[in-house]
């Protein structure tokens, strides 16, 4: 059995939105990837002592590993797009512990007839369950719907394992003409995220509210923009007569992104508000990509940065279904430990995101695994944290 724990906290961030602070918490103990108690180092005692790692957080916050949910894999940690290698492995070093593939539309010579889609997306499913990237765990196999996939393609897809799909890249002359495959992947347990906004991409097409509202996705991509945005009209539409998930991304419109934030805040739509990157595209490769977001997002709207920390992490988790973006017995343990910059004028990392500064990450655990010391990509933290045994190896690999 492989424990970990991490002690010492002066601020737990829970991932959920509705309480995002736990109380009365400095310490979380994790078993074989798994967190097994939240709560004081006193009452954790024996578990905290036979610890195989403990890292001491010495006075800074702890909170879930970010969840990308927009992020642009194809097959290994190589993006075609911006012709980068090792890009998935940085964004660890940007507190990113897992990410939701969008549909590996980046692929060259992406295939549009039905046997070429699946095996698409069976592979990059197939792939990275076993290909964890700086320790990353990759939701892939997003298959790409296209006209010529019939509900026998679903059931071939839902019994291979495939549980996401994107719409917006497909052959499809119209839009609105997806609306049969969207339906079929729904009915086979896959989750429909829907491009929406102007067109990104050669292959792409401008999606409106009127078709998001006929086709009826889970999510709806970028609601921000991808990178252009939807009409305020159009974006209130789908907030205020849809249940679909509202994703905001960094590759996006970020005045959009405010608005739509604080509508959401106000009217009762939160647990519907899920950020992601929707890099690497055109905007580029970006490492603190969702770190970033929930910085500008923060600071702008006035809203409680442990609430925008938990649209990145437990609202994610929760429209997907994943296993990870929550501080709770049995949730996966995969945890960031950061502090304000050093040099920020804020005392600690939800102050520093409330004012715009990105925090300074000091500690990246997935799985259970310590991954990374210092980060690479943020600003040195004002306190960094202690380990026991020693790791210099990970140390290495600041500035």
């Not at 890009?87 to 939701?100: E, P």
């Not at 990450?361 to 990509?377: D, P």
Request: a negative charge; one cysteine or more; glycine letters at 12%.
């Amino acid at each position: 059995m492989s424990t970990l724990a991490v002690v010492g906290a002066g601020t737990v961030l829970s991932g959920d939105y509705r309480s995002p602070l736990i109380a009365d918490a400095d310490t979380v103990v994790s078993e074989d990837g798994v967190i097994v108690a939240v709560g004081r180092r006193g009452d954790l005692a024996d578990l905290v002592d036979t610890a195989e790692v403990v890292i001491d957080a010495n006075g800074s916050t702890v909170a879930p590993g970010l969840i990308d949910s927009h992020c642009h894999v194809v097959l290994g940690d190589y993006t075609p797009r911006q012709k980068t290698v090792d890009f998935l492995a940085s964004y660890v070093h940007g507190g990113i512990t897992s990410v939701v593939s969008p549909g590996e539309i980046h692929a060259q010579g992406r295939p549009h007839d039905a046997t070429g889609v699946k095996a698409l997306a069976i592979a990059a499913m197939s792939c990275f369950r076993n290909f964890h990237p700086g320790g990353m765990t990759v939701h892939a196999g997003s298959v790409v719907l296209e006209p010529s996939l019939s509900d026998e393609d679903f059931a071939d897809l839902e019994k291979a394992g495939v549980r996401l799909a994107k719409f917006g890249f497909g052959l499809y002359e119209d839009p609105a003409d997806g609306y049969d495959q969207v339906r079929s992947a729904q009915a086979h347990g896959i989750t429909v995220m829907c491009h929406s906004g102007g067109a990104s991409i050669p292959g792409s097409k401008p999606i409106t509210p009127d078709h998001l509202l006929h086709l009826a996705p889970d999510v709806c991509g970028h609601v921000n923009g991808g990178p252009t945005s939807l009409s305020v009209e159009g974006v209130d539409k789908i907030i205020d007569e849809t249940r679909m998930a509202l994703q905001l991304v960094q590759a996006g419109n970020l005045r959009s992104a405010v608005r739509i934030l604080r509508k959401c805040h106000e009217e009762g739509h939160f647990a519907r508000v899920v950020i992601g990157s929707d890099t690497p595209t055109g905007t580029g490769v970006m490492p603190l990509g969702v770190i970033k977001t929930v910085a500008e997002l923060s600071s702008l709207s006035g809203i409680d940065p442990a609430q925008v920390w938990a649209a990145a992490t437990g609202n994610n988790a929760r429209t997907w279904d994943l296993p990870a973006g929550f501080i709770a017995p049995g949730a996966t343990a995969d945890l960031v430990v950061m502090d304000a910059p050093w040099g920020s004028t804020a005392p600690d990392a939800l102050g520093a995101l409330a004012i715009g500064d990105i925090p300074g990450i000091t500690a990246v655990v997935t799985q259970g695994v310590l991954r990374n010391l210092t980060s690479r990509n943020t600003p040195r933290a004002a306190r960094l944290v202690d380990v026991t045994p020693p790791m210099p190896h990970l140390s290495a690999a600041g500035h």
